[in-house]
């Protein structure tokens, strides 16, 4: 069954290389909305638009959205990323622009018109989805699922207690984890199980076109030797859309901490809880994951030469 999905996202690296993921897959993809995050607004939507016609998806939606956090003051990550957002890649300058609107109305438009169809997967930090489920709390009914990269129930990475994601807009993060859906939490409590070691890298190597994102920007991220390298922690999440049974997820509750001295951002995660709200993944098949990366990117390498 071909599964609809629509990714909000802040390119970034592991970003892009979740949208590859999604490009050499079966899914449907509805759109590509952005947030600030890993780099500014203007830069993350930039990326989203030279990443559509780099991956060649057509005419889907790019459409951004919020720069900053609802509350906070900016934060980035451009230390892991670059400058630009996609390390030492540097794709082709987008000839078409970003649709007309802002990110929360689309989702919401996109998902009041296709109730029960649509999977939303956030890979960024939660502003967007918190702003549209404020205003239309009804998309919680309409989703099909709600996945996101974000979080931690064992450790943090931007700090020792929080991930980047939740940690750039905490409060954005709690109105979603309470928003009344089901969230599917994929924290890097398995994102850090899968590392992109030499060994899988040379099996995605002669690529063609498609190498010139993948290698600049997955050395840059992190350096890759025998046994280690970076974790793609956003192409997971897309991974488990694609392929639900990659990985295990127990259903928990969690918070996001806002008021924490030194664990604001912190996803404090009760799988005693009697009202769960989220399914925690705890873990995931390694080698299934890379399989599905290699075969999907191989197809794309296919199509685009
Ligand atoms: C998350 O933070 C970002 O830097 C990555 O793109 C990913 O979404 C990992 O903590
Ligand atoms: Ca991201």
Redo the contacts with the bound molecule.
């Keep these: 069954m071909t599964v609809s999905m629509l990714i909000d996202c802040?390119p970034?690296i592991?970003?892009a290389l979740a949208l590859a993921l999604a490009a050499g897959s079966t899914l449907d993809l509805r759109g590509i909305t952005t947030v600030g995050g890993?780099v500014g607004l203007d830069l993350t939507t930039a990326n989203a638009l030279a990443l559509r016609e780099f991956l060649d998806l057509g005419d889907v939606p790019v459409v951004p959205g919020c720069s900053g956090a609802l509350v906070r003051g900016p934060m980035d990550?451009a230390h892991?990323?670059g400058a630009g957002g996609l390390g030492d890649a540097v794709l082709p300058q987008a000839v078409r622009g970003a649709g007309e609107g802002h990110a929360a109305d689309f989702i919401i438009s996109t998902l009041q018109d296709h109730p029960g169809e649509i999977t939303l997967v956030a890979?960024?930090p939660l502003t967007n989805i918190a702003l549209a489920v404020r205003r239309e709390p009804r998309i919680v009914d309409w989703v099909r699922d709600f996945v996101i990269?974000g979080g931690s129930y064992t450790r943090g990475?931007h700090n020792p207690a929080a991930?980047?994601?939740i940690l750039t807009d905490p409060e954005a993060a709690a109105i979603a984890f309470n928003a009344g859906w089901t969230v599917t939490q994929i924290g890097?409590d398995v994102t850090l199980t899968a590392r992109l070691t030499l060994p899988i890298l040379n099996r995605m190597r002669d690529l063609g076109r498609l190498s010139s994102l993948i290698l600049p920007s997955v050395q840059y991220y992190s350096p890759v030797t025998e046994e280690s390298g970076p974790a793609l922690?956003?192409a997971v999440a897309v991974a488990h859309v694609i392929d639900p049974t990659l990985l295990t997820l127990t259903p928990a509750e969690v918070q996001v901490e806002t008021a924490g001295h030194y664990t604001t951002g912190m996803t404090v995660t009760d799988f005693s809880s009697p009202a769960p709200n989220t399914l925690v993944a705890t873990h995931l098949d390694v080698d299934r994951f890379w399989q599905l990366m290699i075969d999907a990117y191989g197809r794309l390498a296919g199509r685009l030469g």
């Design positions: 802040d970034g592991d970003d890993n990550a892991v990323h890979t960024g990269m990475n991930e980047f994601n890097l922690h956003d």
